[in-house]
């Protein structure tokens, strides 16, 4: 099975700091993507990259950056990580066919 | 503007009722459609998708669901619902045109199954 791996479960911050949350996949896809989920709204999209060194916005990219410098590794940035940014992170790769999803178990940041 | 709306945010059902939980999208032409499961803890796991063909399509764990084109709706059913179906369910469009293999989801809805 395909797993996507998120480097922390739970994660704590302070507010100014820069924060970096990892993702890897083992699977040789294509397409990473990078979801922010909160109670009520869902999960929305914050970045998603097709290919190594490729990027494009979601709906939400405001105050985060990515990076993905090889096939495998998708990582998530907070600049300056601020209270409105604590949240529940996923990260999920795709085939490129089909819409075949692998999600992660999740990062919890709280920002304090 | 291109939306996914689950009406209903809680849902309590008893062990062993029925289960249905709606789903309406708003686009321009017949998106592809799914829906997923998040236990506690956990990722999102795939129940079941449409992408065309037989409006009525099954799932995993017993799940099923009707893709209603003059409704805009693919509502998620099972006939029997277990205690491990306490989760919270999440309804997801893609195949748009300028999607790239994005999915848009709805807010999610959660069950909460009872004794």
């Given at each position: 099975d395909v797993k996507v791996t998120q480097s922390s479960r739970y994660l704590v911050k302070r507010t100014g700091e820069k924060v970096f949350l990892e993702c890897v996949q083992d699977m040789d896809h294509e397409n990473m993507f990078w979801y922010r989920q909160d109670p009520g709204l869902g999960l929305r999209l914050i970045y998603f990259s097709y290919d190594v060194k490729m990027k494009e916005k979601g709906d939400i990219p405001e105050g985060y950056s990515v990076s993905r410098e090889k096939k495998e590794r998708f990582s998530l940035i907070l600049e300056s990580a601020s209270t409105n940014q604590t949240s529940m992170y996923l990260c999920a790769s795709?085939?490129?066919?089909?819409?075949?999803?692998?999600?992660?178990?999740?990062?919890?940041l709280t920002v304090v | 503007?291109?939306?996914?709306?689950?009406?209903?945010?809680?849902?309590?059902?008893?062990?062993?009722?029925?289960?249905?939980?709606?789903?309406n999208y708003s686009y321009g032409a017949t998106p592809y459609l799914f829906w997923y499961v998040q236990s506690p803890g956990q990722g999102l796991q795939l129940l079941?998708?449409?992408?065309?063909?037989?409006?009525?399509?099954?799932?995993?764990?017993?799940?099923?669901?009707?893709?209603?084109?003059?409704?805009?709706?693919?509502?998620?059913?099972?006939?029997?619902?277990?205690?491990?179906?306490?989760?919270?369910?999440?309804?997801?469009?893609g195949g748009t045109t300028d999607s790239w293999g994005k999915l848009?989801?709805?807010?999610?809805?959660q069950v909460v199954v009872t004794p």
């Amino acid at each position: 099975d395909v797993k996507v791996t998120q480097s922390s479960r739970y994660l704590v911050k302070r507010t100014g700091e820069k924060v970096f949350l990892e993702c890897v996949q083992d699977m040789d896809h294509e397409n990473m993507f990078w979801y922010r989920q909160d109670p009520g709204l869902g999960l929305r999209l914050i970045y998603f990259s097709y290919d190594v060194k490729m990027k494009e916005k979601g709906d939400i990219p405001e105050g985060y950056s990515v990076s993905r410098e090889k096939k495998e590794r998708f990582s998530l940035i907070l600049e300056s990580a601020s209270t409105n940014q604590t949240s529940m992170y996923l990260c999920a790769s795709e085939t490129g066919l089909n819409y075949g999803y692998t999600f992660g178990s999740g990062t919890r940041l709280t920002v304090v | 503007a291109q939306s996914v709306t689950q009406p209903d945010i809680h849902i309590t059902v008893s062990e062993g009722a029925s289960l249905e939980l709606r789903c309406n999208y708003s686009y321009g032409a017949t998106p592809y459609l799914f829906w997923y499961v998040q236990s506690p803890g956990q990722g999102l796991q795939l129940l079941l998708k449409y992408f065309s063909g037989d409006t009525l399509v099954q799932g995993i764990k017993g799940f099923e669901a009707e893709f209603k084109r003059s409704q805009s709706s693919f509502n998620l059913r099972k006939p029997s619902v277990h205690w491990s179906d306490a989760a919270e369910y999440f309804c997801a469009v893609g195949g748009t045109t300028d999607s790239w293999g994005k999915l848009q989801f709805g807010a999610g809805t959660q069950v909460v199954v009872t004794p």
